[in-house]
């Protein structure tokens, strides 16, 4: 697209092997130069995997998406320059059967601590009630299949790179009690 200022917006799309999803949008001033540039791409479901976003000519952030089982956006990770690139800020987010957004978590950098709100819907799906505290995600992994007892009752872990949660929150840097059981071999251990 060209613009009467001398602007221009280019549009760049993926192969038919990619189902030309959207892959470029890059807008430039009239000398050339990027105003903005966001790129993009999927997983195998065709939902949006990366999403770069660039301004001028400064450093891309990359937001880093996850989505659970059915599809919902479950988190995202903004990273500097790249998918490894130092973390930014994380938002983790979880949800009702209904799908209705039922906790949130918001983190700026690993020296802070994160912002942790939940809500509750009545029968209509509409927002009820909403509170500054609420589960908190982490992340680890597992070198065997193992439970870890949560708050509402005991999450099973299906494979070896498991995610974990837990919750609620109830400030910084408390700690978790975690319980590993083994099934190899028929028989079983707890460690704690």
């Not at 770069?52 to 320059?81: F, I, M």
């Not at 910084?172 to 707890?190: D, I, L, Q, T």
Request: aromatic share 8%; net charge positive.
């Amino acid at each position: 697209m060209n613009y009467p200022n001398g602007q221009t917006t280019t549009f760049s799309y993926f192969a038919n092997t990619n189902d030309q999803r959207l892959q470029t949008i890059w807008h430039k001033n009239s000398s050339g130069v990027t105003i903005s540039k966001f790129d993009y791409t999927y997983d195998a479901d065709g939902q949006i995997a990366t999403w770069t976003q660039q301004a001028d000519s400064g450093t891309p952030n990359v937001w880093v998406t996850e989505y659970d089982p059915v599809d919902q956006l479950w988190g995202a990770t903004v990273r500097s320059n790249s998918v490894t690139g130092t973390v930014l800020k994380q938002y983790v987010y979880g949800y009702d059967k209904a799908g209705n957004r039922t906790s949130e978590q918001i983190q700026s950098g690993a020296s802070v601590p994160p912002a942790i709100s939940s809500a509750t819907h009545n029968n209509l799906n509409q927002l009820a009630s909403r509170t500054n505290s609420g589960p908190l995600r982490f992340e680890g992994s597992l070198s065997e299949f193992a439970r870890a007892p949560a708050q509402a009752g005991v999450e099973r872990a299906t494979r070896r790179e498991a995610r974990l949660r837990h919750g609620p929150h109830h400030g910084c840097c408390e700690r978790v009690r975690m319980e590993a059981e083994c099934c190899a071999g028929g028989g079983s251990s707890r460690r704690q």
